[in-house]
């Protein structure tokens, strides 16, 4: 397993012809930022909560506190560690590269508590919320290593989720895998152009410990591969997605043809169905050996 990330690469090295995304020290290069918790429509009600014309509510106040929330993003030891801010307030946030990307691979090890509803969002607006997320929903119901359109029509591919099977203290033992079921607002589940079958998936995965992602995502509507520690779990042809409303121009509008990368805090908005099964109070993601290498068009 790699380092911080600071040490030369061996000839033989899985980083040969990347360079380092992130110092292992500080978080230089990167930039946190608000993930807005849901709107409430006019007329204060949400769905869960309700009041008078006018009258504020708990969503409303949710959503207001959400827009000043980057969540807490610290470095220790060569791991980028993210949580809410402050921890079990349901307020999430963003980390972004300050640089954009056309064509690319990335590495990156992910260690998130269960649960915690993370991912890697790549092809990004600046604001680091609308891309392409690759799913790593460490809980309940969740995907990980399929992918979500974040703010591009709210689409969902993937193969399976998981439930958590814990011992006696609490810990998690084994991921138990089940149907795509998102107890959510609205998403839109496609299929994936390749996935590898749950008992690929449970072999490879370390339940405690890190995981490697190598992503990669090339084309101008990218076609997206993922591989979790070496083995190929997924892959999605974005400009072949048919869900209402979803075209090639329409995409490439909201996000350029070169885009940022972006990890995720998720929040615990109010009426979400989910509750502190989205993300834990207390609990974080951590992050290392983030690389990433530019490919020729």
Known sequence: ????????????SPTQGFRPLFDGKTLAGWHPMPRPGPKPPDGGKDGSQSGKPGEKTAADSFYERSLNSRGRWTVRDGIIIGEQDPPGSGLGGYIVSDEAFEDFELLIDAKPDWPADTGVLVRTAPA???????????????????????????????????MAEKDKDGRLVRLIPQKPSEPSRGNTTIPLDFAAPPETFLRIWKVDGWNQFRIRSVGALPRLTTWINGEKISELDTAKIHVPGYSPEAVLDRIGRAGHISLEVHDNA???????????????????????????R
């Open 1 to 12: 397993m790699l380092g911080s990330g600071l040490e030369l690469f061996a000839d033989d």
């Open 270 to 296: 109010p009426g979400d169905p989910l509750g502190k099964d989205r993300w834990a109070p207390g609990a974080v993601c951590r992050w290392r050996n983030i690389f990433i290498q530019k490919l020729s």
């Open 128 to 162: 680091g919320n609308v891309g392409f997320q690759v799913l790593l929903d460490h809980r309940p119901h969740g995907g990980i290593g399929g992918y979500f359109g974040n703010g591009l029509w709210n689409f969902h591919s993937w193969a399976y989720g998981f």
